[in-house]
T-cell receptor, first 110, second 113 residues
Framework: GQQVMQIPQYQHVQEGEDFTTYCNSS?????IQWYKQRPGGHPVFLIQ?????EVKKQKRLTFQFGEAKKNSSLHITATQTTDVGTYFC??????????FGAGTRLTVKP | EPEVTQTPSHQVTQMGQEVILRCVPI?????FYWYRQILGQKVEFLVS????????KSEIFDDQFSVERPDGSNFTLKIRSTKLEDSAMYFC???????????FGPGTRLTVT
């Protein structure tokens, strides 16, 4: 199955700074999903992107799907301590299953 | 958010023992999954289950593992002859059809000593 590579592995920011995590695939993705896992918690679905060049926003979070549908990004504007956690992208493993990236662990210093 | 529950929340077992992790209750969804997450690492796909049978399994899911849906609602993962490296969080997840989102349970922390 296709792999999704995610960078960076870790990101430490000062509260108020922006944060971006990137997800890349060597093959075209039919869709991509993003999940957030708080420390000690379980992955929680954030959003799904399907269309080439799609951009979706959730408050301070902006999600993008590349024109070639091989990459995606999650950008957080003006991070807050509540943004702490690991952000995972997930690409299709087959028609029904997803394969998760390694995740980007975000820590925010108040 | 649709609820997915898992029991126990924490399981401690000795190496070589068998454990059964439970995902309850499951309703109104078609696909069920087990994932493993070793501490601080990525979420790894183990197996997907659809229509009361395994749909797909990863290279991790060898003969040591099995899944069942014994009574139409509970969804179990059995790990035989546990090894130290089986220590991890095990998440159950469910979803409706197609490429819809997955809903994860709170996980079971398995510690093999």
């Amino acid at each position: 199955g296709q792999q999704v590579m995610q960078i960076p592995q870790y990101q430490h920011v000062q509260e108020g700074e922006d944060f971006t995590t990137y997800c890349n695939s060597s093959t075209t993705l039919s869709n991509i999903q993003w999940y957030k896992q708080r420390p000690g918690g379980h992955p929680v679905f954030l959003i799904q992107l399907v269309k080439s060049g799609e951009v979706k926003k959730q408050k301070r979070l902006t999600f993008q799907f590349g024109e070639a549908k091989k990459n995606s990004s999650l950008h957080i504007t003006a991070t807050q301590t509540t943004d702490v956690g690991t952000y995972f992208c997930a690409g299709p493993r087959n028609n029904n299953d997803m394969r998760f990236g390694a995740g980007t662990r975000l820590t925010v210093k108040p | 958010e649709p609820e997915v529950t898992q029991t126990p929340s924490h399981q401690v077992t000795q190496m070589g023992q068998e454990v059964i992790l439970r995902c309850v209750p499951i309703s109104n969804h078609l696909y069920f999954y087990w994932y493993r997450q070793i501490l601080g690492q990525k979420v790894e796909f183990l197996v997907s289950f659809y229509n009361n049978e395994i749909s797909e399994k990863s290279e991790i899911f060898d003969d040591q593992f099995s899944v069942e849906r014994p009574d139409g609602s509970n969804f179990t993962l059995k790990i035989r002859s546990t090894k130290l490296e089986d220590s991890a969080m095990y998440f159950c997840a469910k979803k409706a059809g197609g490429m819809s989102e997955q809903y994860f349970g709170p996980g079971t922390r398995l510690t093999v000593t």
